[in-house]
């Protein structure tokens, strides 16, 4: 009889079970706080969506999914909801564009001191997201800074920032600025690595410098493109800091529902209504999901 004591396959399956426990030795840490900062919070929202609180009885009451019915059915969801819809179907593919632009110029050989302007286009987005509103703030605001003195300088009221018409454009300059340099930094990175035999490639077929961003550079960058977009699709759907800010300076035109995120932000905060509060934040994650991992489908089909 043959003892199968320290056989090959039994060697080789206790090393893999040891480099199973290693591999979660280093994974461990990481889903830890995964759980603990992620999965709980979500898990305790969630709770709190499937409750309501009882306004004369006091106390809370399993409502299962009345709240997200009340969420579906509420004006102030939509119209806040439509208006970073808007937002983002304008404000994204100009921020986008002028990021581009400023990646193909800066890895271009023809401008002079591309360090220089990539630092200077990159720098707003190391501004503090408030001190960059306070700022933008200012050179807006009616009574004081830059658009006070152009409609003292004009006589009449011609420029109005923070005006009901103006107002989401204003939000979306400063949120423009914010980001440009740091999607210009995504872009400038994925065409550092295009190969540089398709653009010499390209150079011998006769192609000038629109033809190779148009036939080479662009299609190679594809991927970061898709990134960039998702990233701000998302960065849109979660517009916070911009608008309740600015709120101090225009109180009659940002209204306390003014965006998504706003509206979760007052009905907790300012309406102590927790549980709707979780529901709207869950059904705006939820809407914000489907429409990233679509753009992100459509992406990879195009890709390949």
């Known amino acids: 009889m043959t003892s199968t004591v320290g056989s090959p396959p039994m060697r080789a399956g206790a090393r893999g079970r040891r480099q199973h426990r290693r591999g979660w030795i280093f994974v461990g840490p990481f889903a830890v706080v995964f759980a603990l900062t992620f999965l709980a919070p979500l898990a305790y929202a969630f709770g709190l969506s499937l409750f309501r609180d009882q306004a004369f009885f006091g106390g809370t009451v399993f409502v299962g999914l009345g709240n997200y019915t009340q969420a579906l059915a509420d004006a102030n969801f939509w119209a806040a909801f439509l208006r970073v819809l808007l937002f983002l179907a304008v404000q994204v593919p100009i921020m986008l564009v002028l990021a581009l632009v400023a990646a193909f110029a800066i890895d271009s050989a023809r401008l002079h001191a591309a360090g220089f302007f990539r630092m200077v286009i990159f720098l707003p987005y190391a501004v503090p997201g408030v001190v960059a509103v306070l700022m933008w703030g200012f050179i807006y605001g009616d009574h004081f ?17 923070l005006s009901d018409n103006w107002i989401l454009t204003s939000i979306g300059n400063i949120v423009t600025w914010e980001f440009v340099g740091y999607n210009m930094l995504i872009f400038y990175s994925a065409l550092k690595v295009v190969p540089p035999d398709q653009i ?11 033809r190779t961003i148009l036939s080479v550079k662009l299609p190679a960058i594809r991927g970061a493109i898709v990134v960039a977009t998702i990233f701000s699709i998302i960065g849109s759907f979660q517009l916070f800091n911009e608008p309740n800010i600015l709120r101090t300076l225009a109180p009659n035109v940002i209204t306390t529902y003014f965006t998504p995120n706003m509206y979760a932000y007052n009905l907790s905060f300012s309406g102590q209504q927790y549980n709707y509060s979780a529901t709207v934040a869950i059904v705006m994650g939820v809407i914000t999901a489907v429409i990233a991992y679509a753009v992100q489908l459509r992406g990879q089909r195009k890709e390949r």
Do not use: F, K, S, T
């Open 200 to 210: 010499e490639a390209a150079a011998i077929d006769g192609a000038g410098p629109l």
């Open 145 to 161: 800074g830059l658009a006070a003195d152009l409609n003292h300088l004009l006589g009449q009221d011609a420029v109005q920032p």
